[in-house]
């Protein structure tokens, strides 16, 4: 019953309504995903009507996925343009970092953040620079990168947590703006950024041209270099994003805590529909990705399944969502 | 020679949309030579697809000699002896000639491989092909288009093949090496091969096939017997197109005007091409001829800005710009409409729409974003002006036909308003009726005064259409033709010899 076919069925001026119900239904990934994830959830309330689908796990789902989402945005761009970001995760740890040692040395808490943010984006830069001009493959030069962003945040830490205290940061990690978690606030803006962008506007589509066909871009006279120097640059300062959020969230700047977040992030824009050989993908499916990923770990910790359990689980739904989109692609 | 070998009787294939195959029968006779004609979406790649085990047919039956087969995956096309050579080949560029032949197949010896053997056996095929002692341990990247089309011809007589089918082989060879292609088709049809062939050459397959079978919109419309060559072009244009096509060239209104709008003076690139001099009049059209390799396309792209340069000036309307990348290309106002439209000039992943508006993003958007219904009025406008089909502006590029791909490059460097339009071998691989409407395209673009470089290895089309003709040889402008003294003889000549 479910299909999963990227996005772009053409549009018949001739079709019937059932058709068309049929073709927003089933037509698009993000609707498989989408019934996916409604099937786990109407399990969940029958398995565990008084624990999952209450406010409190609710809220617990979204504060969860916030991070996620957001450098999966940033993922995502980059996996359309053609690219990969494996310096995503150490990138985030390291901006976390430089904010608390801002604000240790005194800053206020706006230019601490912006600090923050200038050097995610630096980041994501030299990765796009390295990339664009060097021209070394995307998955080396993040992966250079990753190793350069970790060993500067044990570089300045020396291995120690920074604790935060400082109230703002710690209302975007963990407040809440009337019913809803500041951060899931910031996911959403992000989110709806992402998406605008990406289908919206002349940016959007050059990433899609560079990432479908580098050449034809290049030869249709646009910039290949400079969209994807600001692809890298713009998941730099996503990644940074993520980082106030995490430090916000956990009450201080952990060196380690940017470890594996890069890996989440490919997870999520993968399971969202996005080609691995680029050209293709969209932030809805992402968020979805993200959800899907986020309510199956909460929901294996409601059933008390083991925490290193919950890690298989997630790689085995990585895997058989991805077959089943390549088995149904082939049709 | 009355048996067939292959019956593909009532083959029906539908798509979402369209119905590409509608109750098609094709038969083959055992060592025969039959072409199958059609324009584009007509249907041909799509049946010889199925007997690929590309698509599986929604009815119909294929009969393998008189014996009922079912042909589900390419693999069982290679078992009972179909060996397809697609207009992309299949082959493994960083592998060698060796590697290539034996792929899936290779001769061990204990856990190694036997490479002497494999070696010797390689150079054999290849022999037997008429290419002695080649070096088969080069690596296919660095062989020839026609090298490596023999490659593929050497797999199919290693699958010892009873049925070859040909997707449109000779449309990137020279002449040379068309004639050498149809002498080694002539030695397999001796040896009993039968083989399906796929061309837009209508030349060729007058002159050479036994039998033509013609598709129009997936359904047969008739086959032709061509026992003793008698049967001509025009017919099979006729079948194809459904009416009679009254000129292959469209009338062109010629400009008075000789105002020059492109001056390329001095032009170089190290190894590639060499002082090429020439003036491009408004609404003038300007033709390339010269053999593949010669080094046409380089000197377009190096006019583009999408090759550097060494050295050279380009003027347009008389002023010197400067030309690093195609981006300031476009802004003088010079257009280029690559030699592979399917690596260079489309994105197949993105739709109709958006690959119209590739060049011109900038045009349609407001701060960055783009306005739908600016685009959507001008896409629909150059949709309808180019009759591109279907005209669905949201479909995936890589669901056209190639005219249709073909159009949609038009459009977008059309959209883009250019005063100069270099068109590198836009016909290429495109059908009859497709042919005469890009031409038509072209003199109306002329008409308004643009300036038009049209290069191409199909020398009666240039005839047909240009105003003058430049031959390139090895990457120097060898002689001028104007249109009151055209010459086949003199212009073949001038590109072959030294």
Known sequence: MLKFISPGIAKDPNETISERIRRIAFGRRESGLFLLLAGICIIMIFLKPDTFFTSENMFNIFRQVSVVAIIAVGQTFIMVSGGIDLSIGYNLGLCGIVIAKFIEAGFDPISSILGGIIVGAFVGFCNGLVITKLRLPPFIATLGMANIARGIIYVLTKGYSISINDPFILYLGSGNVGLIPAMAILMGIILMLGMYQLDKTAFGTRVKAIGGNELAAKLSGISVSKNKIAVYTMAGILAAVGGIITIGRQYSANPGAGANFEMDSIAATIVGGTSLAGGQGTVLGTLLGSLLLTVIKNALILLSVNMYWQTVAVGVIIIIVCTIDVFTRRK | ?498
């Open chain 2, 1 to 498: 020679m009355d048996k067939n070998i292959l019956e593909m009787n009532n083959i029906t294939k539908a798509f979402p949309g369209v119905v590409a195959l509608d109750n098609v029968s094709f038969h083959l006779r055992k060592g025969e030579f039959h072409a199958i004609c059609g324009e584009n979406g007509a249907g041909k790649s799509t049946l010889m697809k199925i007997l690929g085990g590309v698509y599986t047919p929604d009815a119909g039956e294929i009969l393998i000699n008189g014996k009922s087969v079912q042909i589900g995956t390419p693999l069982d096309s290679i078992l009972n002896k179909i060996s397809i050579i697609y207009q992309e080949f299949n082959l493994v560029p960083e592998l060698s000639i060796t590697e290539n032949l034996f792929l899936g197949k290779e001769i061990r010896k204990g856990i190694g491989l036997n490479k002497k053997q494999m070696h010797k056996e390689a150079k054999k095929t290849l022999a037997r092909l008429g290419l002695k002692d080649f070096d088969c341990e080069r690596l296919v990247s660095n062989c020839s288009i026609a090298i490596q089309q023999l490659v593929e011809i050497g797999k199919a007589v290693f699958y010892d093949a009873d049925i070859l089918v040909m997707d449109e082989p000779t449309a990137v060879l020279s002449e040379k090496e068309t004639t050498a292609l149809f002498a080694l088709i002539e030695q397999l049809l001796a040896k009993g091969i039968s083989i399906i062939y796929i061309s837009h050459r209508l030349e060729e397959i007058v002159s050479t096939c036994h039998r033509v079978t013609v598709l129009r919109d997936g359904k047969n419309v008739k086959t032709l017997n061509n026992d003793h060559y008698n049967i001509n072009k025009e017919d099979i244009i006729k079948l194809m197109v459904g009416r009679d096509m009254m000129d292959y060239y469209p009338e062109k209104i010629r400009l008075q005007n000789k105002d020059v709008i492109l001056e390329v003076k001095n032009l170089s690139k190290e190894k590639t091409f060499r002082h090429v001099n020439f003036q491009l009049a408004k609404g003038e059209i300007l033709g390339f001829s010269g053999l593949v390799g010669a080094g046409r396309s380089e000197i377009m792209k190096g006019i583009f800005g999408a090759l550097k340069i060494d050295e050279g000036e380009i003027l347009v309307d008389g002023e010197r710009v400067h030309i690093q990348k195609p981006s300031d290309a476009i802004r003088a106002g010079i257009a280029l409409l690559p030699e592979d439209r399917k690596r260079e000039g489309l994105v197949m992943k993105l739709n109709l729409s958006d690959n119209i508006c590739l060049a011109t993003l900038k045009q349609f958007s407001k701060m960055g974003t783009i306005i739908k219904k600016k685009k959507n009025s001008l896409v629909h406008k150059f949709i309808g002006y180019l009759q591109i089909r279907p005209a669905l502006s949201e479909r995936l590029m890589e669901n056209f036909s190639g005219g249709n791909q073909q159009k949609a490059v038009i459009a977008k460097w059309l959209i883009a308003n250019p005063r100069i339009v270099i068109l590198d071998e836009p016909t290429r691989g495109i059908d009859v009726g497709a042919k005469y409407e890009i031409y038509t395209i072209i003199n109306e673009l002329a008409k308004k005064g643009v300036g038009i470089i049209f290069v191409s290895s199909e020398l009666l089309e240039l005839i047909g259409v240009c105003d003058r003709i430049l031959v390139v040889r090895e990457g120097k402008i060898v002689s001028e033709h104007m249109k009151e003294g055209f010459s086949e003889e003199e212009i073949i000549k001038s590109a072959a010899y030294n």
